[in-house]
Antibody
């Protein structure tokens, strides 16, 4: 069974750094792109970016380029999303998800990590 | 950037109704479109990929159609478990989601 298990909820202050994680199991972690999706409170889904853990090739949505960093450690089947300086507007639920068997839809999803940024 | 526009934003329907949600792309995306269902407090769930392929385990009352710029998700007979928010997503170029359609109980 494919599982993506995300790290727990975080409460941070503006200006702080943060790295959240997504651990994959039940499939070949290095063979499928894995991405991150933002959902701000009461709002819709936003595609942030993706990484191919096999070679760390990374693509970002123009809206998120320079705002976050996506990385992966294939030795522990884990992908990461990180911020160097959080803003209140980064408060959101963040989901990881991996690409499907046949094309670039998100087939399996993590449970989500709630990030709250408040002074 | 490719923009995705869903309609309606909210839909009120009764159990047993046939429901159709429309998604329009700002440029042609061939058949590179997926539909997801999201319930409150839960992660999205894949329903349809490549515009019309039903994901394994998804009830056959869900179907998708379309190509190019216009797509539809149809629920043939709405069930109590189907009251949720539905999103389309293009994956022709990166990935863009529609704004969502909330299906409410009438």
């Amino acid at each position: 069974e494919v599982q993506l298990v995300q790290s727990g909820a975080e409460v941070k202050k503006p200006g702080e750094s943060l790295k959240i994680s997504c651990k994959g199991s039940g499939y070949s972690f290095t063979s499928y792109w894995i991405g991150w999706v933002r959902q701000m409170p009461g709002k819709g889904l936003e595609w942030m970016g993706i990484i191919y853990p096999g070679d760390s090739d990374t693509r970002y949505s123009p809206s998120f380029q320079g705002q976050v960093t996506i990385s992966a450690d294939k030795s522990i089947s884990t992908a990461y999303l990180q911020w160097s300086s959080l803003k209140a507007s980064d408060t959101a639920m963040y989901y990881c998800a991996n690409y499907g068997d046949y094309s670039e839809y998100f087939q399996h999803w993590g449970q989500g990590t709630l990030v709250t940024v408040s002074s | 950037d490719i923009q995705m526009t869903q309609s309606p934003s909210t839909l009120s329907a009764s159990v047993g109704d046939r429901v159709t949600i429309t998604c329009r792309a700002s440029q042609s995306i061939s058949s590179w479109l997926a539909w997801y269902q999201q319930k409150p407090g839960k992660a999205p769930k894949l329903l349809i990929y490549d515009a019309s392929s039903l994901e394994s385990g998804v009830p056959s009352r869900f179907s998708g159609s379309g190509s190019g710029t216009e797509f539809t998700l149809t629920i043939s007979s709405l069930q109590p478990d189907d009251f949720a928010t539905y999103y389309c997503q293009q994956y022709n170029s990166y990935g863009t989601f529609g704004q969502g359609t909330k299906v409410e109980i009438k």
